[in-house]
């Protein structure tokens, strides 16, 4: 396997996940992982990730580990930089930043073969190598960037980052290093995944029953599938209506889930909205409903003699957007199933679906057999439309919401590039402004819309939605929905922007 070792870096599963997708096995380490942990596995090779740290500013001599382990190691932007400082090169803090696209030179090397040799590439960094080490060769340059990668022995470092579709041949590097350099065979599927998986939950659960929380979205949904498969009628599925979700989301549920899981559905209406009301801060809802929800699992897993264990269908966007990766991250948002659980709780996390991004679970949900119009719904938030209303939650502005949001999926799904959109969604803003409606002034609140495009997650753009399907919506909802009496388009890419607003 491919140790990716992360040092922070926005992109550090992302690198794992172009690995897989060249069919070589691969793990992400943190960055402080002891060297032995590593020499217990049967290693071909390590990626160092980058990280929005600077390596004269931290005690690197602790990172020479990664370099004694007798494989090839290939160092991505910090990764970079790490390897030069400690084997005697230097680094230091530019006064020309490089973001964004860059054209590179490079000369022969084996990282390369068989690539251009001038071509574009996604450069993200302040600091730069001024001088490699002694006996290396420096293998490529940009027009402001003299060192932008270079050789030394059995490591290989680029300032740039082949894990990004931005950089024109990142795959084909990559696969250079695992093939050429480290000798890696494309011996790896889903299905081994699964295969991992099973084994993994059946060794940590035993004969024990599990409780899974259900959403009827694709990851939990996967989540259980996969679980099941590991033990069978020891799982337990529990579906929560906290009164946050779409039109007719619970009814539609449990008519597609009783037969394939052992379901239970609890009406947490009241309970919910209880706990939200005059809370307008995004990080207190999220964190509220993932304290509310895990008490209701709780309470269900006294009733069940011998659940200890919980399955959530968490993904990787999520933990790393709470600042929880396994190397050094900030925080973005605090997803109600990661940031937003409790410090204390009675039960032990399953979390087959953490390594992975959204698209990878749909790639899963073919692997498990289950229906198209599970695989391929849109992401939905696990706090719901709690956290599509700017500002108070109640009862009438989740049913304006909602109203809204049923119009748009209906006219949504008629749209030829509906199975391209990501996500596309509805936002209750905490706005009134002034309209007329019949010769009278209204005084009403603002709908905005979002559709964007994306492969993971992690970053995304704004689908170019036709005029007419727009000026469609807005005359639907301004006329079908009471109290709304204008709708907006949100064209922001993610960054700077996240996908969902709060």
């Not at 550090?12 to 793990?27: D, F, G, H, N, P």
């Not at 960054?495 to 709060?502: R, V």
Request: include cysteine.
């Amino acid at each position: 396997m491919i140790a990716v070792i992360d040092f922070g870096s926005q992109y550090t599963q992302l690198i794992a996940r172009r690995v897989r997708e060249c069919k070589v096995y691969s793990e992400i380490y943190s960055c402080f992982i002891e060297a032995d942990r590593l020499r217990g596995r049967q290693l071909e090779g390590i990626i160092l990730s980058g990280g929005p740290g600077s390596v004269y500013q931290t005690r690197i001599a602790r990172f020479r580990k990664f370099f004694e382990l007798d494989v090839p190691v290939l160092g991505i932007c910090y990764g970079m930089q790490l390897a030069a400082e400690i084997f005697g090169g230097k680094v230091k803090h530019g006064k020309k930043h490089e973001y964004g696209h860059a054209g590179l030179n490079t000369s022969r090397s084996l990282i390369f073969k068989g690539i251009d040799k001038s071509f574009n590439v996604w450069m993200s960094h302040g600091d730069r190598v001024i001088k490699v080490p002694v006996s290396s060769k420096i293998i490529a340059s940009t027009a402001s960037t003299s060192i932008a990668a270079f050789q030394f022995k059995r490591f290989y470092g680029l300032q740039f980052h082949p894990e990004v579709h931005h950089t024109r041949y990142g795959i084909k590097i990559i696969k250079n290093f695992l093939y050429q350099i480290c000798q890696a065979r494309p011996n790896w599927s889903m299905k081994k995944f699964v295969d991992q998986q099973i084994g993994s939950i059946r060794n940590q659960v035993g004969n024990k029953k599990v409780i899974c929380a259900l959403s009827g979205g694709v990851d939990s949904t996967v989540a259980a599938a996969l679980t099941a498969k590991a033990i069978g009628n020891n799982l337990i599925g529990v579906f929560v209506d906290n009164g946050l979700l779409r039109y007719r989301e619970r009814e539609e549920v449990y008519r597609s889930l009783k037969s394939r899981i052992n379901l239970r559905v609890i009406d947490a209406r009241r309970r919910f909205l209880a706990r939200l009301a005059g809370v307008i801060d995004p990080e207190k809802k999220r964190k509220i409903i993932g304290h509310e929800f895990i008490k209701i699992f709780e309470k269900e897993a006294r009733r069940i003699q011998g659940a200890n264990y919980l399955v959530q269908g968490t993904l990787y966007p999520d933990v790393i957007e709470s600042g929880q990766g396994v190397g050094p991250s900030v925080v973005i948002k605090s997803h109600h199933n990661v940031g937003g659980l409790p410090k204390r709780m009675d039960l032990q996390i399953i979390e087959p679906l953490r390594s992975l991004f959204k698209d990878e679970v749909r790639k899963l949900g073919y692997v498990l057999n289950l229906p198209n119009r599970f695989v391929e719904r849109k992401p939905f938030p696990g706090p719901g439309l709690a956290v599509r209303i700017i500002g108070a939650v109640n009862e009438k502005r989740i049913e304006s919401l909602r109203s809204a949001e049923r119009i748009l999926q209906e006219e949504a799904r008629q749209l030829n590039i509906y199975p391209r959109i990501w996500q596309i969604f509805a936002v209750l803003l905490p706005l009134r402004s002034v309209g007329v409606m019949g010769d009278k002034r209204t005084y009403d609140h603002v709908i905005a819309l979002r559709a964007v495009e994306s492969e993971d997650g992690m970053t995304a753009d704004w689908v170019r939605l036709p005029k007419a399907f727009l000026s469609r919506l807005s005359n639907r909802i301004t006329n079908e929905v009471k109290g709304i009496n204008r709708v907006v388009f949100d064209i922001t890419s993610k960054p700077p922007a996240t996908i969902e607003w709060e």
